[in-house]
């Protein structure tokens, strides 16, 4: 087996992501809403991506924010709050969300995708994928 493919009991590989509620100083909580194109296009998501080999989470996460939205995130900022463990048909996503309320820069969309900021209380009106959907009442739970 290839170490670089994790593998789930059932045959499938696991994907590991990570995903960030940016949070701004209004308590909003930033969505991303993917391009036509991609993967579950239309749907709405919290930004982040994959991490690269030896990259911790929060490294890959500042990473993804800078590449995503051209901002610099505070790693020891990112406080974690849930995942997610979802499995699609090809693979098993496992998806830790870090909840980010300081960056540098301003946040701009860099890779096609159309931004809305929401409060935790709204994020049930933007269609998601199914393993964002869960992160959902962690976040009403810590900002209401």
Do not use: N
């Not at 493919?5 to 701004?24: I, K």
């Not at 579950?40 to 919290?46: H, K, M, P, V």
């Not at 301003?106 to 409060?119: D, H, K, M, N, S």
């Amino acid at each position: 087996m290839d170490s670089s493919q994790p593998r789930t009991g059932q045959g499938s590989r696991l994907l590991l992501v990570v995903a960030a509620a940016l949070v701004d100083a209004d308590r909003r909580i930033l969505l991303a809403r993917r391009p036509e194109g991609k993967a579950l296009a239309g749907l709405w998501e919290f930004p982040g991506g994959k991490l690269h080999p030896g990259e911790r989470p929060e490294q890959g996460l500042a990473r993804e924010l800078a590449e995503e939205l051209g901002i610099d995130a505070c790693v020891s900022c990112m406080q974690p709050l849930a995942f997610a463990s979802h499995a699609y048909e090809d693979f098993h996503l496992l998806m830790p969300l870090f909840v980010c309320r300081r960056w540098d820069g301003i946040v701009t969309p860099r890779e096609g995708q159309t931004l809305a900021w929401a409060f935790a209380r709204e994020l049930r009106k933007y269609p998601m994928p199914p393993a964002d959907a869960p992160l959902i009442d962690p976040l009403i739970a810590l900002l209401g």
